[in-house]
């Protein structure tokens, strides 16, 4: 929809209207998609009290006529089809009124008018014809030809340049609402990729399960307590215990990571609570454990359902005091560190089993954030899979073609995002130096989905397939796709698949592929 009152405002067309003033004693005027003039203060700038007018709208009939002129416009524009440029109709009062259609994408939007003029060659006969139409206005026939007098008229070549002018400025408005629809476009992209990005730095995504975990971080960032944070491999976890950190108070301290699964008991046990000098064979030193150089930040400990009875009791007791004791030490060592722990593993049933201290677990089970698999945030993969481009690709712009991104989407991917992004990574290295990477270069499992009929996104899995099961998926899958894509020519299909006729055949047989069935 145009707004009228913003483009009367431009200074080029208020250069016309001028021009268009001073030149004819002429009024420029807009009416909008339904025929309704546009009365507004920078608008009337633009309007000239032709005496002829002001003379008719003085009575009640003579002004209804006037503004219906605008509307008789309208259907005389509709009555002449999908036409665009200048065109003149006479008003009510006999007056010329030349005007100009305004149309955006095939849509009407109003119109441009100037008008209110004699013809020069044909003076005489319109204003006699003038008199005729105001007749039944009770105005009296002499105030009637003065104002006739004072009428502008116009040659034909001013009456040509007028259009032309109209035309001019009707461009002007296109050009302009053009340039401000594209920096609208602009702004909104803008907006939207703002608002697709999320705060959380490097986690990307707009699901519905990712918006519900950015809420949930918002709350919790600020505060001090425990985050346990749960889900598959490849999830986002590390990301997450990042942006915790990152969005709190605590941003300028450290952020230290440790893996409990990585060490042997021991050796964990001085990496997280340090040791004094001698605590051990090979201990010659003291050695500040990670808990004091986390001191004042976030301590991100990592499958922490792999540790030790006998940590988790330590791990305990700085959850609870803020205190330790390092290995071979007497001393008792205060912190004050924020624990964010992860696991991918089933914390809650193993402390059922007795596998895992209840009140370890309820300490650092605060709150628990679960990281949603990949397969159950599909809608995110487009995003995801430009943001790895993004990250891993060369400085112009590379991207996959639909053909790939269809394939990828129709994947039935694990939880793993870590696996989107390897996939992606290879992409880029067999790529080569196209701009569009093509399906062709798509891992053979993505590419032959070896789960066919697999579980549906989000559904249950079937269990990964062993490696002679998998293959043998993959060989049925790679046949049936040459098949169809031979239109069920053997011999062509063969030659794709670089085997023999003769094996294809065997092969067909032993995997039940009839056409029939496989359409
Ligand atoms: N939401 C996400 N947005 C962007 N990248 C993500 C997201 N989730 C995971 N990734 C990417 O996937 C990879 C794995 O992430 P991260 O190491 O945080 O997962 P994790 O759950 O800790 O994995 P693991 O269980 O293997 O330790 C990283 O390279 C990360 O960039
Ligand atoms: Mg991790």
């Not at 031979?486 to 094996?503: E, Q, V, Y």
Request: overall charge neutral.
């Amino acid at each position: 929809m145009l707004d009228w009152s913003e483009l009367a405002g431009l200074r080029v067309i208020g250069r016309m209207a001028e021009m268009i003033n001073q030149r004819w004693n002429l009024g420029v005027g807009f009416a909008d998609e339904r025929g309704q003039l546009i009365d507004t203060p920078t608008i009337q700038r633009y309007a000239t009290d032709r005496p002829l007018c002001v003379l008719l709208r003085r009575t009640p009939e003579g002004r209804r006529r006037c503004d219906a002129v605008a509307q008789q416009m309208i259907e005389h524009h509709r009555a002449g089809g999908e036409k665009t440029g200048s065109a003149c109709m006479t008003c009510h009062a006999g007056l010329f009124e030349p005007y100009v259609p305004v149309r955006m994408d095939g849509q009407f939007e109003g119109l441009l008018l100037a008008g209110g003029f004699l013809r020069e060659e044909d003076r005489e006969a319109q204003s006699e014809e003038v008199l005729a139409r105001c007749a039944d206005l009770s105005i009296p026939k002499g105030d009637l030809r003065r104002a006739l007098e004072r009428t502008p008229v116009l040659s034909a070549e001013g009456e040509r340049m007028l259009q032309d002018l109209l035309e001019l400025v009707v461009n002007e408005i296109l050009i302009f609402r053009e340039e401000v629809t594209r920096k609208e476009r602009r702004l909104d992209r803008l907006t939207r990729e703002l608002a697709e990005r999320s705060e959380y730095g490097q986690l990307i995504g707009k699901s519905p399960a990712m918006r519900s975990l950015y809420r949930t971080l918002e709350k919790v960032a600020a505060s001090a307590s425990s985050v346990l944070i749960l889900g598959e491999n490849g999830t986002g976890k590390e990301l997450v215990a990042r942006a915790l950190h990152f969005h709190s108070d605590r941003k300028d301290k450290p952020f230290i990571v440790q893996n409990c699964s990585a060490f042997n008991d021991n050796l964990l046990d001085s990496e997280l609570f340090g040791h004094a000098r001698g605590a051990f064979t090979g201990a010659v030193g003291t050695k500040k454990g990670l808990f004091e150089v986390a001191d004042g930040g976030t301590f991100f400990l990592d499958e922490i359902g792999d540790m030790s009875p006998t940590l988790q009791v330590k791990l305990l007791r700085v959850l609870q005091e803020g205190t330790f004791i390092p290995v071979g030490s007497t001393q008792t060592r205060k912190v004050d560190v924020r624990i964010i722990a992860a696991t991918n593993r089933d914390l809650k049933s193993m402390v059922e089993q007795g596998l895992y201290r209840e009140d370890l677990y309820y300490r650092i089970n605060v709150v628990t954030l679960s990281l949603p698999p990949l397969r159950d945030r599909l809608e995110d993969l487009p995003m995801l899979v430009d943001h790895f481009l993004a990250r891993h690709g060369p400085e112009s712009k590379i991207r996959l073609s639909s053909g790939c991104l269809d394939r990828m989407m129709d994947f039935n991917w694990p939880g793993n995002v870590r696996e989107l992004e390897n996939e992606i990574e290879r992409l880029l290295v067999l790529q080569g130096d196209s701009e569009v990477i093509g399906e062709e270069f798509l891992s053979s499992r993505i590419r032959y989905e070896i789960y066919p009929g697999g579980a549906a996104p989000g559904g249950p899995r079937e269990q990964a397939p062993s490696l002679p099961e998998a293959v043998e998926r993959l060989e049925r899958t790679m046949i049936l796709d040459h098949l169809k894509r031979s239109r069920w020519n053997k011999t062509k299909a063969a030659d794709s698949l670089g085997i023999s006729r003769r094996n294809l055949i065997r092969k067909v047989q032993a995997f039940d592929l009839d056409r029939r069935k496989n359409r």
